[in-house]
């Protein structure tokens, strides 16, 4: 599934964009939004506002939570 964002608000860069929309990292996903959308580097770090990108919806977050062990 595709989603498609659009850029708001001024100094929005992609890494928030995609916080903003799914409210977690997600490893991969700023270098796969960059691949689907040709030119989109060349803008900057910062996204003019108006500027739609599409975005390959994440896998919804694991549930589990990890556990780390002092004594292991």
């Given at each position: ?57 994440p896998p919804a977050a694991s549930t589990a ?8």
């Amino acid at each position: 599934m595709i989603d498609m964002l659009t850029v708001e608000t001024a100094h929005t860069t992609l890494d928030l964009l995609l916080w903003r929309r799914y409210r977690r990292e997600v490893k991969g996903l700023v270098e796969d939004t960059l691949a689907r959308n040709p030119g989109l580097a060349a803008l900057g770090a910062i996204l003019p506002i108006g500027t739609v990108v599409q975005v390959q919806v994440p896998p919804a977050a694991s549930t589990a939570a990890a556990v780390t062990s002092l004594y292991d």
